[in-house]
């Protein structure tokens, strides 16, 4: 079963507008990690935020913040003020305390949401 | 302190050849994992270590193999190369200890090795 949903394979957001990147998990592990990732038109992978399961506050990081609804199992990505360099593709992933015991350490990604800010 | 390097960063094989993909991390991290990226989709998780000596089998790990005999490098060796290997390959790192907290320890990237098969 997949345990990342990226339900938005493509969004194109107006310059200077908030955007909110969807992203929904599956787990059954009570201590687990959430990231996001921004994967530019370069290639490469750069780190933006975490969740911890436990963490009472949303994170946030800058123009990043992260809506963590733990009930819904979800852990959207809110980027403020968009910019033209936030074009680029967007991965949630998720990190599981259980596996790590086991070290089965699979850290899922999701299939990631292709931003478009538009000038 | 240059994070995680893969060399080399463009390669093309041909059908049948073999190559290693070399990684190297200089930040003392105890897990490494290679990912696959096939264009316009996620990463898939090829093989992955918890430590020196130690790997295992991710989702996708047929046609490859993986090596761990130091905690700094992690090369993934390609076999009998084919067309569906084409790809770009993803090092990563990152920090985990029994007992704490470290699943929320990010994994760090290298930059890609971009590898076609023809």
């Known amino acids: 079963a997949q345990k990342i949903t990226q339900t938005q394979p493509g969004m194109f957001v107006q310059e200077k507008e908030a955007v909110t990147l969807d992203c929904t998990y599956d787990?059954?592990?009570?201590?687990?990690?959430l990231f996001w990732y921004k994967q530019p038109s370069s290639g490469e992978m750069i780190f933006l935020i975490y969740?911890?399961?436990?963490?009472?506050q949303n994170a946030t990081e800058g123009r990043y913040s992260l809506n963590f609804q733990k009930a819904r199992k979800s852990a959207n990505l809110v980027i403020s003020a968009s910019q033209l360099g936030d074009s680029a593709m967007y991965f949630c992933?998720?990190?599981?305390?259980?596996?790590?015991?086991?070290?089965?350490?699979?850290?899922?990604f999701g299939k990631g949401t292709r931003l478009h800010i538009l000038p | 302190n240059a994070g995680v390097t893969q060399t080399p960063k463009f390669r093309i094989l041909k059908i049948g050849q073999s190559m290693t993909l070399q990684c190297t991390q200089d930040?003392?991290?105890?897990?490494m994992y290679w990912y696959r990226q096939d264009p316009g989709m996620g990463l898939k998780l090829i093989y992955y270590?918890?430590?020196?000596?130690?790997?295992d089998k991710g989702e996708v790990p047929n046609g490859y193999n993986v090596s761990r005999s130091t905690t700094e490098d992690f090369p993934l060796r390609l076999e009998l190369a084919a067309p569906s290997q084409t790809s770009v390959y993803f090092c990563?790192?990152?920090?985990?200890?029994?007992?704490?907290?470290?699943?929320?320890?990010?994994?760090?990237f290298g930059n890609g090795t971009r590898l076609t098969v023809t």
């Open positions: 990563a790192s990152s920090y985990s200890m029994d007992g704490d907290s470290s699943y929320n320890s990010p994994l760090h």
């Open positions: 787990t059954s592990d009570p201590s687990y990690g």
């Open positions: 969740q911890g399961s436990y963490d009472q």
């Open positions: 992933a998720m990190r599981e305390a259980l596996f790590m015991k086991d070290r089965d350490d699979k850290i899922i």
């Open positions: 930040m003392n991290h105890n897990y």
């Open positions: 270590s918890v430590g020196a000596g130690i790997t």
